[in-house]
């Protein structure tokens, strides 16, 4: 390999792993996109707590279990990730987050004793009703701390 | 050039043109009621008048302030921000004194299809007569009906939050003289009776297009964009679209969002919470099923 070369993939290289950096970086410091990538894990591990709902699937203890713990981490996650200051731009995230601290935490522990319940789920005669308090605990929130898609 | 003029003469055709133009305003905007004639002898159904009082999601608006003790029940006064100011919806439980007890059925005919309150005044928009004109007259005399045989609420709301509400009141006759003679919405293109009555309740008593249809600089529905979407009217973010909903993969097919109708978020259908579709869920969900089944076809058939 000739020195040009061998200096152009030198700062190919560079370049790309400072731009990995800065990504990583800026994903890191934005509470905003992590929170929201801890809701997406969230929406993506209740479709299949709904499958089981409508009877798409079988219910499956172990299947609940291991989506709603996910589901709880997430929402621990997330719930960490509202510092003063976060909303605006493209955040989903309402005022009144900051503005009633008090309101919005009961709601995100409220979601997530939700979650821990479902988890616990054994026993299909349960299903149901958990199902419906940890939607409804997601909804609750939604409804009074979410803005509309921007 | 004097800035004032003082010749008696020109004074008083300045007076004159202001009476003029004051009588034209008090002429264009007087109150034009449902005559009380015109009410047919009716056997109240209230079955029906209970659907249509969830199809028009009446509680989510209606609705009390948080905390109220008879939280179910319509006495009004959550408030409503708008881009010109917050109202305070009306009580329409039947107290006597700050509900509808008092209205006779042409009272209520007349707020529902012409905007005007019993005493001649004129309802902000906010309130959606535009849409409920499309209402079958029988309909609105079965809600009405329902409504009476709430159990009565006092409440007692501050005024909306309009500056100078005396005159944008009587001015709202103005935009009514626009807004009312454009036709009500009428049912056309009929596939099959459930995508009839469907397109009945998202129209008529469900007043969908109030956000789903985007809005032009005179707030009129702009019917060229049906159901399209748009800015959000609480003036954050936006209310989407409703049409295409399978083309963009957003629901499979009518069962489906027939589903997420009936149960919104609490099956994780997260796109119908927030902005206040969730409040407008929870009241769809009372629906009869075949009611929301046929709420789905109609809007899936949006293309």
């Not at chain 1, 601290?101 to 522990?109: C, L, N, V």
């Amino acid at each position: 390999m000739s020195l040009t070369k061998r200096t152009l993939a030198l700062s190919a290289g560079l370049s790309i792993a400072l731009a990995g950096a800065w990504g990583v970086a800026r994903a890191a410091d934005n509470p905003a996109h992590q929170r929201h990538e801890a809701m997406e894990t969230v929406q993506e591990s209740f479709k299949p707590l709904r499958a089981i709902a409508v009877k798409e699937a079988p219910f499956d203890a172990a299947v609940v279990k291991k989506n709603a713990s996910t589901i709880l981490e997430k929402l621990k996650e997330a719930h960490g990730l509202f510092p003063e200051g976060s909303g605006g731009g493209d955040s989903r995230a309402k005022a009144e987050i900051w503005s009633d601290r008090a309101g919005f935490d009961k709601a995100m522990q409220e979601a997530q004793a939700a979650a821990a319940a479902m988890a616990a789920v054994t026993d299909e005669a349960a299903y149901m009703p958990a199902m419906k308090t940890l939607g409804g605990s997601c909804k609750a929130c939604h409804d009074k701390y979410r803005l509309p898609k921007q | 050039m004097r800035l004032f003029p003082r010749s008696p003469r020109v004074l008083a055709a300045i007076a004159v043109v202001l009476a003029v133009a004051a009588f034209v305003f008090w002429w264009l905007t007087r109150p034009d009621p449902f005559p009380a004639s015109a009410i047919p002898t009716h056997q109240a159904n209230l079955e029906n008048g209970e659907t249509l009082y969830h199809a028009g999601s009446c509680h989510a608006c209606h609705r009390p302030p948080e905390g109220a003790s008879d939280a179910s029940l319509p006495s009004g006064g959550t408030p409503f921000p708008t881009p010109i100011g917050v109202f305070y919806p009306q009580n329409i439980t039947p107290d006597r004194e700050t509900g509808i007890g008092g209205w006779s059925e042409a009272d209520f005919v007349s707020a529902m299809t012409r905007g005007l309150a019993p005493d001649g005044r004129h309802y902000f928009p906010a309130f959606p007569y535009v849409a409920y004109r499309a209402m079958r007259l029988p309909d609105l005399l079965d809600l009405r009906a329902y409504l009476m045989r709430l159990k009565p609420v006092r409440a007692v709301h501050p005024p909306h939050g309009v500056p100078l509400l005396g005159f944008a009141r009587r001015g709202v006759g103005l935009w009514k003289r626009l807004a009312l003679a454009r036709p009500p919405w009428s049912a056309a293109g009929g596939t099959s009776a459930s995508w009839m009555r469907g397109a009945y309740l998202v129209n008529a008593p469900g007043h969908c297009g109030e956000c789903h249809n985007p809005k032009n600089w005179l707030m009129l529905e702009d019917l060229g964009r049906y159901m399209q979407g748009g800015p959000h009217p609480a003036g954050d973010g936006k209310v989407p679209s409703l049409v295409g909903l399978q083309a963009r993969e957003k629901y499979e097919d009518a069962a489906q969002l027939t589903l997420a109708l009936q149960n919104g978020e609490e099956l994780g259908f997260e796109d119908l919470s927030s902005g206040g579709m969730g409040l407008i869920q929870s009241n769809l969900a009372k629906l009869p099923e075949s009611d929301v089944r046929a709420i789905s076809e109609y809007l899936l058939s949006l293309k």
